[in-house]
């Protein structure tokens, strides 16, 4: 099982698996990913799905799942103060439930190689960069490597850059406002409760 965290991975490793089992001289075993848009609740969705579904329609097949894969774009990770998501609650959760293997893959690029394409496939259809739309974090630094020949590298660290200033700024925008309580990820027990008394009250 490869876990993905957005739909830009999913593509990458859909063809990826598929480029190796028409390639490779080795059998290719059993393989599936699941996309789980997005990092809130990683541990308890990951989880979920492997107990509820993945293992249980796989024991139905005959089948048993041996390895688990997580795989996630660093960009998402760049800029949070803690970690999004504790990997070794993660591994420790797989190993309970019997799996074998697990192992993380982090991906750097992905997201900006498929902005890349996307970008590309926009001024091609004949959309012209002074467009609104084509302002955006990540459109206009990459539009230069498209139209300039400026450097792919460059950019893509100017879109990095951007993207931590764009989430600092957010929140210090969320923390400015008092009527926002913070509630702490790791503990979902604990906020899933405080946010069912506050809609109680």
Known sequence: MI????????????????????????PIASCEVRNMHGVSRYSSKLSGKLKGQIIPSAARKGMEVQAVCCSYDTDVFEYAERPVVDWSRVAAEIRRLGIKEFCEVTVEQMMEEGLYQEVRSLLDSGVTADMQSM??????ELI???TAGASLQDAMERIKTGTRNYARRQLIWFRRDKNIRWLPSEQLDSAAKTIIHSLEE
């Open 3 to 26: 876990f993905v965290e957005g739909d830009t991975d999913k593509l990458f490793f859909d063809r990826l698996v598929q480029y190796y089992r028409q390639t490779s001289s080795v």
């Open 135 to 140: 302002q955006g974090l990540g459109y206009k």
């Open 144 to 146: 230069p490597v498209l």
